[in-house]
């Protein structure tokens, strides 16, 4: 008995089995950044963001409390949540990420919804991405 083996041969089956969880769908995009044109002379603002990832996705607000905070005149609040993406076919590279919910299956609530990805995820026999990720609304 080889437990390492037997769960390297499982894993497709077990990612598999996470994606047809995530009922949800998403677009995370990073913008783009400008650049200075050597032979003008002039910086060349950035264009549309780069999207990075879009597709199938799951959100799971953690049991942690919201944190509030003033910014301005403004007061906010913080909410965490993770957002499950497949592993396969998804970069790791997506700290600082925009995450836009384009359609949440089991809570239209959060339909619309942005997030910001706070901490990037990667594991050994992972089966799926798990990303820690902020939301910042007015209170």
């Known amino acids: 008995m080889d437990l390492g083996a037997d769960i390297a041969a499982a894993l497709p089956e077990l990612r598999d089995q996470a994606v047809s969880m995530m009922r949800d769908f ?32 799951r959100v799971r607000r953690p049991n942690v409390a919201e944190r509030e905070a003033l910014a301005g005149d403004a007061d ?6 993770i957002l ?8 790791n590279d997506m700290l600082g990420a925009n995450v836009h919910m ?12 942005d997030l910001k990805v706070t ?21």
Not at 31 to 53: F, M, N, R
Not at 84 to 91: E, F, L, N
């Open 26 to 57: 998403c677009t995370i995009t990073r913008p783009s950044a400008g650049e200075w044109d050597e032979a003008s002379g002039i910086y060349v603002p950035p264009g549309a963001p780069v999207t990075l990832y879009s597709g199938p996705c």
């Open 84 to 91: 499950s993406i497949p592993v396969d076919g998804t970069p």
């Open 102 to 113: 384009d359609h949440c299956a089991g809570d239209p609530a959060l339909t619309g919804r």
């Open 119 to 139: 901490g990037p995820h990667s594991q050994t026999d992972a089966t799926a991405r798990r990303l820690r990720c902020v939301e910042v609304a007015r209170a």
């Open 76 to 81: 906010w609040t913080l909410m965490g949540a």
